[in-house]
């Protein structure tokens, strides 16, 4: 990994917004270390990705087997993945690794479901990893070098920047709102911990993606009991959650909750170091909002506590933020597609903003997510399905 060079020293103000109806059109945040290097002067022919050129083009299919991606060999430059699951029902993400670190990655894909996600990528060997599989990581090369990169455009290098300063700051609110949490479960106090419960998720689902960068470290801390290979894997919120919502005691969960404290200081002090590129955080804004559809609309997530709500709110925000940042360059390649996105944003926050309530449940700011009625939720999914559509196409734009 070759992270931008001094991202700290530079504070980014970026003006251009988009308002709709009073609501501020923000973008998530994506997850990702970038690979980076300074443009040559000269790259030899057929090893040049240009523009005219295109993005190469990778194809993943997911079967039980593996997930080769085909061709194994590219050019350096902008690439689109395009990831199938063709009749694996335990193989149902492939990610892009470079040595253990994830850059971009589609999951949740059953059956006959595809999508795609988009990458500058330089010179070097990547892992495509698909977890479940025979045959669970194998290489794709990468050659040559570009005439051109998206760190030639100040714009782009300036909402790289704007990200990463943003998500520090996210992850500098969780640390303090978890270990409030954490203090509440160590001395037993039920009432508090549920109260204090939702204050730090909500700050950890605007900054996911970035967090499944490391591994195993987003499962510690955020992962569910049927992710949990034994009951002892079990860890992190959800975990605490169970305690707290299904058997109404703490007994022996000190040990998980300094765990958690453990796991988001590590998260804290990773922040610190990564690089974006401007396609991992349009990646990571359309991992958000997938997030919402898979995961909070269908009440999965939050099963004991039932904050859903807030956790929506969250993704919405961490994906929000990330579009904000590459607003400028976007406007200028695609303004109808600006002009969508803000549109179908707008018409996701004000159903959310519905069912908005002070202090809400659980002091959520939100109803009890079991009073959402089936047809509530089905306008929830339809808008989140028609933001996600937009914000999916940013990735292609700036990569």
Known sequence: MNPLPNRRLTAVALAVTVSATGLLLTACGSSGTAKTSTPSAGTSAGA??????????VAITITDQGCAPSPAKIPAGPVKFTVTNK??????????????????????????????????????????????????????????????????????VAATTQYATWIDGEVAQLVPTTKAFTNAVRSGDIARAKLLYGAARVHYEAVEPTAEIWGDLDGRIDGRADDAATPADFTGFHRLEQALWTTDSLKGMTPVANQLDTDVASLYTQVQTVAYQPAEIANGATDLVNEIQTSKVTGEEERYSHIDLLD????????????????????????????????????????????????????????????????????????????????????????
Not at 108 to 114: A, D, E, K, R, V
């Open 312 to 399: 929506f709110k969250g993704n919405l925000e961490g994906a929000n933020e990330a579009v904000k940042v590459l607003l400028p360059t976007l406007q200028k390649k695609d303004p109808q597609l600006v002009a969508t996105i803000a549109e179908r944003y707008t018409a996701t926050a004000t159903l959310l903003a519905k069912y908005a309530a002070t202090p809400g449940y659980e002091n959520s700011g939100y109803v009890d997510y079991r009073t959402v009625t089936t047809d509530q939720r089905r306008a929830l999914s339809a808008a989140v399905d028609a933001y996600a559509e937009a914000v999916s196409k940013v990735a292609g734009q700036v990569a």
């Open 48 to 57: 040049s990705q240009t523009a005219a050129a295109g993005p190469a083009a």
């Open 87 to 156: 009749n694996s029902g335990k193989v149902t993400e492939a990610e892009l690794q470079d040595h253990g670190k994830m850059l971009g990655e589609k999951e949740n894909l059953t059956p006959g479901l595809s999508g795609d996600f988009s990458l500058t990528l330089t010179a070097g060997t990547y892992q495509v990893y698909c977890p479940g599989a025979a045959t669970s990581s194998t290489d794709l090369a990468v050659s040559g070098s570009t005439a051109h990169s998206w760190k030639d455009d100040p714009e782009l």
